[in-house]
């Protein structure tokens, strides 16, 4: 067992990529808390206010997500300059980023307006729309460090420098905690806002944490030129920034391809009742916790192999490509071993309800299934955005999601077409078969991917 571990991983190249990935992960995990928090705050001033926090973000999550994540190439592009050891046009890189995110934070300005609109078409309760459209007008306030945030992100990441997003993130938690009690419930002063303050409180958070982020720009000598020449005031190289765009574009498709997919099917529960929407709530939570793992392991991949890219060591890139597989199987297979032995301990956490706990836990065991496929695709898809081969993804998450997921998760949660109605468990049927179809395209395009990159000669 332990040659075959040996020949399998390369625990150089492990140990390069758990320097890179822990702090991501543990960033991810604080992100995530910082919606926990918002999410505990509201609940504490009303259901209604809850309610329209929940209703808010089931609208500006899937855009400002999607919206960041065409700059998400940022990372693995800087990267792959730096294994081909043109370094020096990083600035050039950063300054034309920086046109293309001032055209996104329009473009997210205007969706999340629009967004406004479809509140009322989902409910009709008053006070829980009105909620919903404050959050989300907060929330616009927010996108300028939103968008500067997540390029920044992209250049430490580019540099294999990860500790700062962790960092940041701790901060932002932090500071999430008192201000979101401030503005909910009010002190002093600031009256109280309700649900409404989560997004005030969010909006000031981000441009906190994008400052602290352009500080430690300033205070390291390695990245202090960068700054300068991503702030310069120059003319744009279109063609930098139609390659940004181009290799960007479609991470930010395949994004809202899968998050609005996981959102509609939740609908498609809702009438179910209390029971099942509350199950399947809990769950996609545990769901999302877990996804930390691959989706860090991801973003750490995706850096490392455009560096090695970069460097046409396609020796190092193998080792990398066999070292990440063989990691994620292993702490996957424990991870989903585990969420089945203590599936019911798990739910406990989450309520005491026997009938919840009944339902919610049949669908943690095929929650452990959907994590094999869930940990593959992220995998292969950062794989690919370090090729630089980011096309692909957008069609296999529309294909996977849209064509086959959505119409197979209605049938089996609400008809007996196929089966007798599954309710709840047919959206988790669905989750599994979309992404292990995911999963399988992906792999198929990284095989391609993988001979043709080191035959071209462009960085």
């Known amino acids: ?253 395949a994004s809202l391809c899968e998050m609005s997919f996981f959102c509609v099917v939740t609908l498609v529960i809702a009438p179910l009742g209390v029971l099942a929407v509350g199950a399947h709530q809990i769950a996609i939570n545990v769901s999302a916790v877990l996804f930390m793992f691959p989706l860090s392991l991801s973003i750490a991949s995706s850096i490392r192999s455009a560096y090695h890219v970069g460097a046409r060591d396609k020796e190092r890139f193998n080792a990398l490509f066999r070292t990440s597989v063989t990691f994620m199987l292993l702490v996957v297979l424990l991870s989903a071993g585990l969420t089945v032995l203590f599936r019911r301990e798990i739910i406990g956490l989450y309520t005491d309800d026997a009938s919840i706990i009944e339902v919610a836990a049949a669908l943690l065991c095929m929650c452990a299934v959907y994590q094999l496929s869930d940990a593959l695709q992220a995998l292969m898809s950062g794989l690919l955005r370090g090729c630089h081969d980011t096309h692909a993804i957008t069609w296999a998450n529309m294909f996977s999601y849209w064509v086959v997921g959505f119409p197979l998760a209605c049938i089996l949660i609400r008809t007996d077409y196929l089966v007798p109605a599954m309710g709840a468990m047919g959206a988790w049927v669905s989750f599994v078969v979309s992404l292990t179809i995911t999963a399988g395209l992906l792999s198929w395009r990284f095989a391609y991917a993988r001979k043709r990159v080191f035959e071209k000669n462009a960085v």
Not at 155 to 161: S, V
Not at 216 to 237: F, I, K, S
């Open 1 to 253: 067992m332990s040659a075959l571990l040996n020949k399998l991983i390369d625990f150089r190249e492990l140990k390069r990529l758990l320097v890179l990935m822990l702090p991501l992960y543990m960033a991810n995990l604080l992100n995530m808390g910082m919606g926990v928090v918002d999410t505990i705050v509201a609940g504490k001033a009303g259901p209604e206010q809850l309610a329209g926090v929940a209703l808010g973000t089931s609208v500006t999550v899937p855009i400002m997500v999607a919206v960041g994540a065409v700059l998400t190439i940022v990372g693995p592009m800087i990267s792959r300059l730096r294994g081909a050891g043109c370094e020096g046009k990083v600035g050039l890189l950063l300054n034309n980023a920086k046109l293309l995110s001032v055209v996104l934070m329009v473009v997210e300005v205007v969706a999340l307006l629009a967004g406004v609109h479809v509140f009322a078409l989902v409910s009709d309760d008053a006070e829980m729309v009105q909620v919903a459209q404050e959050y989300l007008y907060y929330l616009v306030l927010a996108v300028p460090a939103s968008v500067m945030m997540r390029a920044l992100q992209g250049h430490f990441e580019g540099y294999g420098h990860t500790r700062p997003a962790m960092v940041i993130s701790l901060f932002g938690l932090v500071l999430n905690i008192p201000l979101n009690y401030i503005f909910v419930f009010g002190w002093g002063w600031i009256p109280a806002m309700g649900g409404a303050g989560c997004g005030l409180t969010t909006a000031l958070v981000h441009y906190l944490m994008a400052g602290a982020l352009l500080g430690l720009m300033v205070v390291y000598p390695r990245y202090r030129r960068n700054l300068v020449h991503m702030w310069a005031n120059r003319r744009p190289e279109w063609s930098v920034v139609r390659n940004i765009f181009s290799k960007g574009l479609p991470l930010g498709v």
